[in-house]
């Protein structure tokens, strides 16, 4: 893994513009701005907790609602991640993390794997948190594992604090993905599958 692992998607719609880099090893440096505050602080916890750094310019149809970026951001993200990732040689390909914030509790199973799911297993008790819609986390997730083409389980384990899930998911989604995107020392570079290609 000698080269560099880094990726820049400039996504456009008639919905949003999105400008997107992405280096996976990184020390955890962001740039967020996609005009949803709570969606920014969630984003620059992705980027501390996996040692990514990234940056994030997304211009959205905010006066509609905040789909339509949310998921967008989601999909570039993934989008990223393929191109920065490459061949998959020599990475764990597996991650996990259980990740505590105060009384919540997030468990999130990585696998990049070439085969997009999403398991998700999260209940918010309030439609929102700030201004930001508890159901598009789902949507973000969503769209990031079937554009970046990896299985990804998010599960709740406990929590009452919105707040306080929604971030100790994103931290184990972080902690997560950088296991399994990190380089295995004793993979010798090969691609850690029995197919020889993922």
Known sequence: MDTARTATIHRVTSETDITLRLNLDGTGQSRIATGIGFFDHMLTALARHGLFDLEIEAKGDLHIDFHHTTEDTGIALGQAFVRAIGDKRGIRRFGHALVPLDEALSEVVVDISGRPFLAWSVEF???????????LFEEFFR???????????????????????????????????????????RAAGSIPSTKGVL
């Not at 919105?162 to 972080?174: G, L, N, V």
């Open 125 to 135: 008790t309030r439609d929102k948190i700030g201004e930001m819609d508890t159901e």
């Open 143 to 185: 769209a990031f594992a079937m554009s970046a083409l990896l299985t990804l389980h998010v599960t709740q384990k406990a929590g009452r604090n919105c707040h306080h899930i929604a971030e100790a998911s994103f931290k184990a989604a972080a902690r997560a993905l950088r296991m399994a995107a990190e380089p295995d020392p």
